[in-house]
């Protein structure tokens, strides 16, 4: 199985999501070919033939980022330089999950996707994830889950703790979805 998990991140909360995710994939299908990749190293060949399609970001200002929210996001990681603040990642200027998503091409017949995001724990955060999963579906994607949040404590993170353990339960359901058979303990 062909496995791509293409993913946005400003601070790193994100990719670490993302990572857990694969890892999660790869325990419920040792045999799956899985790439990680961020949106702006992804090429549309690398998506193309896959069976499953996994995305994430943040979520900024209740939905995707965009370059605006991406830029203010930085921006302010410049401003607040103490002890807490974090290193931006290189490409976290962008482009981001949002414009990746709209150049993506109609999905193949029977192909299979979800998304995730990091987000802070409020009732007003909003998510990334279910708006990106309308547009999977409007491009012809199956989803193989609900959209998933993961908790980061800061607007830059850390995640909150059990996050990426959570994160790999999901991938390994994902690949259960897309068709790879439980395995025995």
């Known amino acids: ?13 994100t990719r670490l999501v993302a990572e857990a995710i694969a890892d999660g994939i790869r325990t419920a299908d040792p045999a799956a070919d899985v790439r ?17 399609l996994v995305v994430g970001g943040p979520t900024h200002m ?7 929210s991406r830029q203010q996001g930085l921006r302010a990681a410049r401003k607040t330089k103490d002890q807490q603040s974090r290193e931006p990642e290189s490409g976290a200027a962008g482009p981001g999950l949002r414009e990746w998503l709209q150049a993506l091409p109609p999905a193949r017949l029977g192909a299979l996707a979800a998304a995730f995001d990091t987000r802070v724990e409020s009732r007003l955060a909003g998510s990334a994830s279910r708006r990106a999963s309308r547009q999977l579906k409007r491009l012809g994607f199956g989803l193989a889950g609900q959209p998933e949040g993961f908790i980061v404590t800061g607007s830059q993170g850390p995640l909150r703790q059990g996050e990426l353990d959570r ?5 390994a ?9 439980a395995r025995s303990s």
Not at 62 to 68: E, G, T
């Open 167 to 171: 994160a790999r339960t999901w991938g």
């Open 62 to 68: 209740m939905r995707m980022s965009s370059p605006r």
């Open 36 to 52: 990680v990749t961020r949106t702006d190293a992804t090429k549309l060949s690398d998506v193309e033939d896959a069976c499953l």
């Open 1 to 13: 199985m062909k496995v791509a998990v293409v993913y946005e991140s400003l601070f790193g909360n």
């Open 173 to 181: 359901a994902l690949a259960r979805h897309a068709g790879v058979p």
